[in-house]
């Protein structure tokens, strides 16, 4: 399957049968980044993660007792 990555246009092949051909085949919200560009992203967070300004915004989980 030939794919491109949304931030830098480089195509790509994946092998057909892969879960994340799959994935990109059956719902197609979901997008494809390179290797290259997803670590860059990666480092990027890390590095806003370790510096203390990096807030995660998530719901907070009621426990049920039942």
């Known amino acids: 399957m030939r794919v491109k990555c949304v931030l830098c246009d480089t195509i790509e092949t994946i092998p057909d049968e892969s879960p994340e051909a799959k994935r990109l085949r059956n ?16 480092a990027r967070t890390n590095d806003r993660i370790a510096s203390g ?9 009621d426990n049920d007792d039942f």
Not at 31 to 41: E, F, G, L, S, V
Not at 53 to 59: A, G, I, M
Request: with cysteine; glycine share 0%; net charge positive.
């Open 27 to 42: 719902r197609p919200i979901h997008t494809y980044m390179c290797a290259p560009c997803h670590d860059r992203i990666a």
């Open 53 to 61: 300004n990096f807030r995660l915004y998530r719901t907070k989980k």
